[in-house]
């Protein structure tokens, strides 16, 4: 029996059982659907199939929440596979904003042995929660740090590597105190061109699996410039989209937007309609919870619109796409 026949069926059972970790740290998590239909007996055990990959654990200092915390909610709400994807953000002319990493009870630097803490706590995960765990992490991109950003990303096993323009002329657009500071100078088209030329460079650099959030500039800068935000990108969409398709680098669709005034998943639509028909083979999906109650909001709708636009989810591991 299919596991949506399993899900669906009147007669299904589903339960949730929270047990002790026999080794007396944590609580394990179990959360299935039994079905016993006509003679035979169904189980599904943590399998309904939900995969978040863009999620921030307590070491990025706008976030928390520990890697454990958001295992176990994963399986509550019924998650198959997480990637988690902390910031890494190491552009020097932000270094007294961003080179700021929580690590236990300390402030630490980016470039300090956070990761190494950060890879071991997934690795604990792994063995004591039956969920797939992947190592990924969001890189913020400067053209002026890719020789460093590549030493780095060797560095690590990372399983996906999340490329992020936050930020154009070293100042953020995604944050909404900083984001003014850009905007009230700068038109709409001036917008559009200096974030798309950041990621055209993002894309060549080779450094990046997928492109987070591809229209995130509409997060703050549509409540600034209304309508002519979405005009001003137009004429950049379809050179960059046959980027990404040449590049075969991935697009993320991702939820964090239908929280925020905005309301709209990243990208748009009718952009992932157009990378549909450039050849952009690979989509992953991800609500970019800043805190665990966030895990995994927005997923449905997204699922609905990648299906919707002809795409099919990845997955990676160890920088290599899957479904
Ligand atoms: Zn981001
Ligand atoms: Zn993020």
Same mark, same amino acid.
């Given at each position: 029996m299919a596991r949506n026949d399993i899900l669906g069926h009147p007669l299904s059972i589903e339960f949730i059982i929270y047990k002790t970790d026999p080794k007396g740290c944590g609580v394990n998590v179990i959360r299935g659907f039994f079905?016993?239909?006509?003679?035979?007996?169904?189980?599904?055990?943590?399998?309904?199939?939900?995969i978040d990959y863009h999620v921030h654990p307590y070491y990025s200092i706008d976030a928390e929440g520990t890697v454990e915390e958001y295992c176990i909610r994963a399986i509550e709400i019924g998650m198959e596979e997480l990637c988690f994807t902390p910031h890494f953000d190491i552009d020097p002319e932000r270094k007294e904003l961003d080179d700021k990493v929580k690590l236990?009870?300390?402030?630490?630097?980016?470039?300090?042995?956070?990761? %190494?803490k950060y890879i071991e706590d997934v690795e604990l995960a792994r063995k004591r929660y039956s969920l *797939? +765990?992947?190592?990924g992490i969001e890189v913020g991109y400067d053209s002026n740090i890719e020789n460093e950003l590549r030493n780095i990303l060797k560095?690590?096993?990372?399983?996906?590597?999340?490329?992020?323009i936050h930020n154009i002329d070293h100042i953020s657009i995604s944050d909404k105190k900083e984001c003014g500071q850009y905007f009230k100078n700068k038109s709409p088209e001036e917008v559009c061109g200096s974030y798309f030329t950041l990621m055209e460079n993002a894309i060549k650099s080779g450094l990046f699996d997928v492109i987070a959030h591809f229209d995130i500039y509409k997060k703050y800068g549509w409540e600034y410039y209304g309508e002519g935000l979405a005009k001003s990108q137009k004429p950049y969409l379809r050179s960059i989209l046959t980027l990404v398709?040449?590049? %075969?680098?991935g697009i993320e669709v991702n939820t964090s937007g239908l929280r925020?005034?905005?309301? *709209? +998943?990243?990208?748009?639509?009718?952009?992932?309609?157009?990378?549909?028909?450039?050849g952009?083979?690979?989509v992953t999906i991800g609500s970019d919870a800043h805190k665990v109650e966030d895990l995994g909001k927005?997923?449905?709708?997204?699922?609905?619109?990648?299906e919707k636009t002809g795409f099919e989810i990845y997955r990676y591991r160890g920088r290599k796409p899957y479904r």
């Open positions: 079905l016993l239909d006509k003679y035979r007996f169904f189980a599904l055990i943590n399998k309904i199939f939900m236990k009870d300390k402030i630490v630097t980016m470039k300090s042995n956070w990761i %190494e *797939e +765990i992947k190592i560095t690590y096993p990372f399983d996906f590597v999340l490329g992020a398709a040449e590049n %075969e680098v925020k005034p905005v309301n *709209e +998943i990243y990208p748009a639509e009718d952009i992932l309609e157009l990378a549909k028909k450039l952009v083979k690979i927005g997923l449905k709708k997204a699922e609905e619109l990648i």
